[in-house]
């Protein structure tokens, strides 16, 4: 298992898997929301590849307990001063499609292994966007543009974490991030795996 960890160079601010000699990744180097963020897993490896389409798609979602085993290699000052754990919501149609949300199962384990709990109706996704995959850069942005809202009660937290399974873009956390930075909430995130 320990060979689904990844050990390569890292963005400095979100520790997305990078290549040599860069200190920012692609999506760091542009605007962010975010202040800091984590990334477990290197999507390109096909184990970590498996876990999440299994968990995701076939409805598998059991596997991903297995993040409990690879607690050692979490860079936990991502919860330093965070006092909620937000998972990304998804669309009230597309979860009972799925029937769960994988990155809410995600912010569970995550909240076992820091004791901040998860908050649930903190950001609410209100419209109903296309598939993330396959978009570009820009697409992706204009696709999830005014798909989140804000509940007002978020105003009681001064920082929180976002959790993700896969960040590509990072256009997602960003979104999410954008709308908690309206009541000057801190962000730092933390996504499953990565692509380079």
Known sequence: MNDMVYKGPRCIKCSKPVNQNTLLCSNCSQKTYYEKGFV????????????????KFSGHFYYLNSIKHFKE???FSIF????????VPMHRKDLQKR???????????????SGICVYYDIIEKTLQTKPQVGLKRHE????????????PKAKKFKKVLIVD???????????????????DIK??????????
Do not use: P
Not at 40 to 55: C, E, H, R, T
């Open 40 to 55: 477990l897993f290197s999507y390109n490896n096909q184990k970590v590849a498996n876990l999440i389409k299994w968990s």
């Open 73 to 75: 290699h979490i860079d």
């Open 80 to 87: 330093d001063g965070v006092e909620a754990l937000i998972a």
């Open 99 to 113: 029937g769960y949300n994988q990155s809410l199962i995600i912010a569970k384990i995550l909240s076992t292994l």
């Open 140 to 151: 992706r942005q204009n696709n999830l543009r005014n798909a989140f809202v804000l509940n």
């Open 165 to 183: 399974d896969v960040v590509t873009t990072a256009s997602t956390i960003n979104e999410c991030a954008k709308v908690l930075s309206s009541l």
């Open 187 to 196: 962000v730092n995130f933390f996504a499953l795996a990565s692509e380079f």
